[in-house]
């Protein structure tokens, strides 16, 4: 789906789909699909919630999100303050 209203979104490795609705956080949109993802701040700050976006792009919608200039390069994400630009595939945190 490439809408007005959002895009297609998969968390691997487990291949569960979700829509991502251009005016909501990642987080937001892979809760309401029912996929658990870890969060706890919500605002780009605790880092509970990386991820690493493996297809796509999106637009972190604070200008200081948590990430280091490596993380950046490495295409991590902080889902709870990031919003789809396109398709996306976001790879779960190794850690849990």
Do not use: Y
């Not at 251009?22 to 990386?50: F, H, K, M, Y």
């Amino acid at each position: 789906m490439d809408t007005a209203l959002g895009f297609d979104g998969e968390v691997v490795p487990d291949g569960a789909r979700f829509v991502a609705w251009r005016d909501q956080s990642l987080l937001q949109s892979v809760e309401a699909a029912g996929i658990p993802w870890p969060s706890a701040c919500r605002n780009g700050t605790c880092r509970t919630c990386l991820g690493t976006l493996t297809l796509g792009e999106v637009r972190h919608t604070v200008p200081w999100p948590g990430l280091s200039a490596d993380e950046k390069s490495e295409r991590c994400v902080l889902p709870c303050v990031a919003q789809p630009l396109s398709h996306l595939v976001l790879r779960r945190a190794p850690l849990w």
